[in-house]
């Protein structure tokens, strides 16, 4: 592979689409900057200076990847047999974290056995569909817990590609290996869609099966001695703990606390979640409506209220807005698409930054600061708060955006993605200040950055709270061992040292390499 180069190139959307047909793209990013919309589009050239064509047959072939594919530019992971290995890891959540760490014990020789309080993807997708419908909400198994953790029914952008924590081409190529389209290769903003994401998760188990490691669903850890009492007779050394809880787990936080688990209030986020037609956000961030060669335009928007960011998280273009709460008092919101993207909406949380300090403002000083806690407390009682305005399990309360900055309630509200339905709610009035009027502001300056943003068209729905952790669970820096606990590894987005699918994995990875190492 040494003597291939790469090129890159300008070119019109529809110039990049038939190059992408045709040719091995390493990386593709649209650039809307100009009113004419541009791709740079880069491609693998030969020896002789020529773009290879897309299905070149470089690299090593990879026969389990996704049928069809093109041979992957990557080494493919080597998996052992583990069913008799010597050494053993209990991991705790089948997360990205989780699972990520699964295979990469596997490559290294060691059998991980993995707890997931949630269920097997395929009856997971039950459960979730009683609760879009609006009928019963399985606090055990839901968008946020169960086979693939909250990664499974996300939308599964795959953004981060910071080399700063390790090897994040490797967990794009993995996702790769386990069925994941070509574009998570190059893609500068890849995505693989909430349809796709159960296959890739279950292609996972069954490698991590196959190989000798185990999955027990419907089992939930609820004390740390409780995995002593759970491992079979072979298995009676004292063995490394991955916890990968995801932060959803208010529960086992709190069971972690009671434990003496050293644990830390961290700075989170909370907001709404804005939707709007998918075809004004394709106007106003593309300056078109004609997508039809780049699909439907995301945007990603940031600015200062009062010396606290307010910004748009995990935006999800032609998408559907979903409800992402674990339990039966709290109304939580999230977003999610499938990889067409082609829903007539577009939606993404706006939150607002909420620093340890700023907990008392939300939560009337119910939770001193020194309580590791205190962010739970404020995040539950906001939800709580949605919960009730909306006056049903999943109903979220709503208003139209502009009456909401303008502090008024909506006579009637649009129609939206969200499947369980909505009810008008004065939003402006029983959200905490703190976030309500940081929120009013920040649309303001969205608007004045892409004048029409701020529009009675468009719906907000509460309450966007779980876009990171309100709980660090302290580690050393060098063993990545629980600072209170050691042979206990927290990681992922429930340890407060990731955010999002391909950190949290990555995470994961890393704990795994560190005990692979030892
Ligand atoms: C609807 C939605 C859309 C999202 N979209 C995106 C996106 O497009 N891109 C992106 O990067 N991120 C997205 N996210 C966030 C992303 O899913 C998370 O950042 C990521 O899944 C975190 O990985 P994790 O493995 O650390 O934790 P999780 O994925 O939360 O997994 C933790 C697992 O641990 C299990 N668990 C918890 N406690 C216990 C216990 N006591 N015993 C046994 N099991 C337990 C849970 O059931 C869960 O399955 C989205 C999240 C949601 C909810």
Redesign the pocket.
């Known amino acids: 592979m040494s003597e291939l180069s790469q090129q890159t190139l300008v070119l019109t959307p529809e110039q990049a689409y038939h190059m992408a047909e045709q040719y091995r793209v390493v990386k593709r990013s649209i650039d809307a900057r100009q009113r004419q919309l541009k791709v740079n589009l880069t491609l693998l050239l030969d020896e002789n200076g020529h773009p290879l064509p897309k299905d070149a047959p470089i690299g090593t072939p990879c026969e389990q990847s996704s049928v069809g594919a093109p041979p992957p530019l990557y080494t493919p992971p080597v998996f052992q047999d583990v069913h008799n290995a010597p050494r053993h890891v209990h991991i ?8 990520f760490a699964a295979l990469t014990l596997i490559e290294h020789g060691i059998k991980p056995i993995i ?4 269920k097997e993807v395929s009856e997971r997708k039950r459960d979730i569909a009683q609760l879009n419908r609006n009928v019963s909400l399985n606090a ?1 198994s839901n ?9 499974t ?8 590609r910071s080399k700063k924590r390790g090897n994040m081409q490797r967990v794009m190529e993995l996702f790769h290996y386990f069925g994941a389209p070509d574009t998570v290769l190059y893609e500068t903003h890849a ?1 693989i869609g909430s349809d796709k994401l159960p296959g890739i998760i279950r292609a996972m188990r069954e490698c991590i099966i196959a190989h000798g490691g185990e999955i027990h669903f419907d ?4 004390s740390l001695t409780q995995i002593s009492n759970l491992q079979s007779s072979i298995f009676n050394l004292p063995s490394p703990i991955i916890l ?6 208010h ?2 936080y709190r ?1 972690l606390a009671q434990e003496g688990v050293a644990l830390q209030t961290k700075g989170f986020a909370m907001g709404v979640r804005v939707e709007h037609p998918q075809a004004l956000i394709n106007r106003l961030m593309y300056h078109t409506t004609d997508v039809s060669y780049v699909g439907n335009a995301s945007y990603s928007l940031v600015t200062q209220v009062d010396g606290r960011g307010v910004y748009s998280f ?1 935006m ?1 273009p032609g998408g559907h807005m ?1 409800p ?1 709460t674990s339990s039966t008092d709290a109304c939580v919101v ?3 698409s499938a990889s067409h993207r082609n829903s007539p909406y577009a939606n993404s949380g706006i939150v607002v930054q909420i620093n340890p300090e700023d907990i008392p403002a939300i939560s009337n000083l119910q939770s001193p600061i020194s309580d590791p806690l205190a962010g739970l407390h404020a995040q539950e009682l906001v939800e709580n708060l949605a919960f009730i305005h909306g006056g049903a399990p999943a109903i979220a309360p709503a208003q139209r955006l502009a009456d909401f900055v303008r502090g008024k309630r909506s006579a009637d509200l649009p129609a939206c993605s969200y499947l369980p339905g909505t009810r008008s709610s004065a939003l402006h009035e029983w959200m905490p200040p703190f976030i309500a009027e940081r929120l009013r502001q920040g649309f303001r300056d969205f608007d004045r950055k892409y004048p029409g943003f701020l529009t009675n068209d468009a719906l907000i729905l509460a309450t966007e709270s ?1 876009s990171s952790s309100a709980v660090r669970i302290p580690r050393d820096p060098d063993t990545l061992q629980s600072l209170s606990h050691p042979n206990l590894y927290p ?5 407060g040292y ?8 990555l ?2 990875i890393n704990a795994a390499l560190h005990i692979a190492a030892l």
């Open positions: 705790i959540g089948a997360g990205p974290a989780g699972l707890y997931e309080r949630g055990e968008y946020c817990f169960g086979e693939g953790g909250a990664g029914f996300s939308d599964g952008k795959l953004f981060s995505h089992t939930k850890i609820e990968a809880i995801g932060h959803s787990a529960d086992t069971m995990c999800c979903v992402a999230n977003g999610m779980r990681c992922g987005e429930g340890a990731a955010g999002g699918i391909t950190s949290s994995a995470d994961g």
